[in-house]
């Protein structure tokens, strides 16, 4: 507990360094998401988001001025400039609105709202893909292109997150000594470990995390993303297994001696990942009664 206070106290972004780059970002589009949200309503109040908007100008500006836009700045000069052309009338938007314009090559060709006719897409069986996951324990010799793995990351990052702020990171791991070494210190690896030849450490980033309110967001986001993960990872054909990393503050201590894991970084889990074999033995793991689990109000 005390481990997790010290955590978010030294490396949470509640500092707001508008200065660090990294911090910033988070702080852009923390802003520019509400600016978005007020764009995507159909009875919007059109003078809803002007304070939002002249913070998101003064974030901005840091980045003018240490011209070093991170990707999210560039967003935020997209999103900025679209939502003062909806105020233009107003004199105050008007101004805001030119003052962007000597930036506007800044700017990313990606954010703001988007129409869409229909933002479902049916699976044509749905309960075969969800109930034919399972936690695969060991795999086949065949390896992982990075390309595919990282063609499952770009979908698992479609995970929603509070304020799109998006703070994961993920390590991969390939050396078989690193490996061993990092299962080692996990607990729940024991028979297969030493065959998995593929590891990843999902993290959640705390520099993201500002109020004492969202002292265990990052576990929140970080776990939604890393189901998003497994998931994606399942829809391509790559097996996986969670490995949990509820450890004390020593053994998380020693992983990031043996790894060079960002300290900011919190460790979500591990997740082995393969190609699973022809034929597996997997653990039936029966679910609950949707009875024990449900109530409606």
């Not at 109040?45 to 939002?52: I, T």
Request: aromatic share 10%.
């Amino acid at each position: 507990m005390f481990y997790d206070f010290f955590r978010f106290t030294r490396y949470g972004g509640w500092r707001q360094n508008m200065r660090n780059k990294q911090e910033r970002n988070y702080a852009s589009v923390r802003v520019y998401h509400s600016l978005e949200k007020s764009l995507s309503l159909t009875e919007r109040n059109p003078s809803a988001g002007g304070k939002n908007a002249k913070l998101l100008k003064a974030i901005l500006d840091r980045a003018k001025e240490a011209n070093d836009y991170g990707f999210q700045d560039r967003v935020a000069l997209k999103v900025l400039s679209d939502f003062t052309a909806q105020i233009v009338d107003k004199g105050e938007g008007m101004k805001l609105h030119r003052e962007l314009q000597h930036i506007s090559d800044e700017a990313s060709k990606e954010g703001g709202i988007l129409e869409i006719k229909n933002s479902t897409l049916n699976l044509e069986n749905p309960e075969e893909f969800f109930l034919g996951r399972h936690s695969i324990r060991e795999f086949s010799d065949l390896g992982i292109k990075d390309t595919e793995l990282k063609r499952a990351i770009h979908m698992a990052m479609k995970a929603p997150s509070v304020c799109n702020r998006q703070a994961w990171y993920i390590y991969d791991l390939e050396n078989p000594e690193v490996i061993s070494a990092a299962l080692s210190l996990q607990n729940g690896n024991r028979g297969f470990g030493h065959k998995v030849k593929r590891l990843l450490i999902i993290c959640s980033d705390l520099k993201a995390f500002v109020s004492y309110k969202e002292r265990y967001q990052h576990w929140i986001d970080g776990g939604i993303f890393s189901m998003s993960m497994i998931l994606a990872l399942h829809s391509i054909g790559i097996g996986s297994c969670c490995l949990n990393w509820s450890q004390d503050a020593a053994t998380d201590l020693k992983l990031r001696k043996l790894l060079p894991i960002n300290p900011e970084h919190s460790v979500i889990m591990m997740l082995a990942i393969g190609y699973p074999n022809d034929t597996s033995k997997v653990c039936q793991s029966p679910r609950r009664p949707i009875e024990e689990i449900y109530t409606k109000l």
